[in-house]
């Protein structure tokens, strides 16, 4: 018994169905890759969020030392030290008994810079300098859960992008005269994910262009990358929502 087969034409035409299926189906497939990337990262700053409150609330109100010193939430691994020496670095911080001892919950699902041979670094998340952390100047930093005026306004964490290969002390901005210092990680679609002093995570949309760019030039190992930035006199959103929930005790 004779088949017939498949002439060339119908070949083609079957490829080119194919085709235009992949190109509807693809960018959907995307979309829910990358939205899952997001669920995740939020999930993960939110056990960090937690573990952070718990931290306080086990130590009579003292919040965990933010800096990336010995004795602080993570500690500061040498700059040409593994994945393996960086992930380590954090086991040996004092908030990683609060967080299930789960290494994983410090790196966005979306950062790869673990693979990448001109950066090899791990994690994703930063505190910020003024819940007791990297000390800087214009503001008194908070010691003290209590000195943290409506928690539930004031982000700790910040997913973090530092062109220097690690995330290097505690995430700073000018909160006084309201222009930044450290850039943001933007992973998902120009968003970041933060943290708040009451436990709850959720992840914010950038405004600004320039905020934008220049947040881009850090990601970007190739680029050249100035820190500190003053944003433009009609680009002030960003610089506003980070500015009143930055925390600290009081302005100087």
Not at 114 to 130: C, F, H, L, V, W
Request: hydrophobic share 35%.
């Amino acid at each position: 018994m004779k088949t017939k087969a498949f002439t060339l034409i119908e070949l083609l035409v079957v490829i080119a169905i194919i085709a235009v299926l992949m190109a509807i189906i693809m960018p959907s497939l995307r979309a829910v890759r990358d939205q899952a990337k997001r669920v995740h990262c939020v999930s993960n700053v939110k056990t960090l969020s937690l573990g952070w409150f718990m931290y306080q609330d086990d130590n009579d109100g003292d919040l965990v030392p933010g800096h990336t010193d010995p004795g602080n939430w993570v500690l500061r691994p040498a700059a040409n030290s593994t994945v393996e020496q960086k992930k380590q670095a954090i086991r040996d911080g004092l908030l990683y008994p609060y967080v299930g001892k789960a290494v994983g919950v410090y790196e966005c699902p979306a950062d790869d810079r673990d693979k990448n041979p001109e950066q090899y670094t791990y994690r994703s998340y930063s505190i910020a300098g003024g819940a007791n952390g990297e000390s800087w100047s214009g503001y008194t930093q908070a010691k003290k859960y209590t000195d943290l005026v409506r928690p539930a306004t004031r982000y700790i964490f910040v997913e973090e992008i530092d062109p220097r290969g690690y995330n290097m002390g505690s995430w700073q901005m000018n909160p006084g005269p309201k222009t930044w210092v450290d850039p943001v990680a933007m992973w998902h679609n120009k968003q970041s994910t933060l943290g708040f002093a009451d436990g709850h995570a959720e992840m914010h949309r950038w405004i600004d262009p320039h905020f934008i760019e220049w947040n881009l030039q850090a990601m970007d190992p190739g680029t050249p990358f100035s820190f500190n930035l003053s944003p433009p006199a009609n680009e002030r959103e960003d610089i506003e929502y980070m500015a009143k929930g930055f925390p600290y005790k009081s302005l100087k």
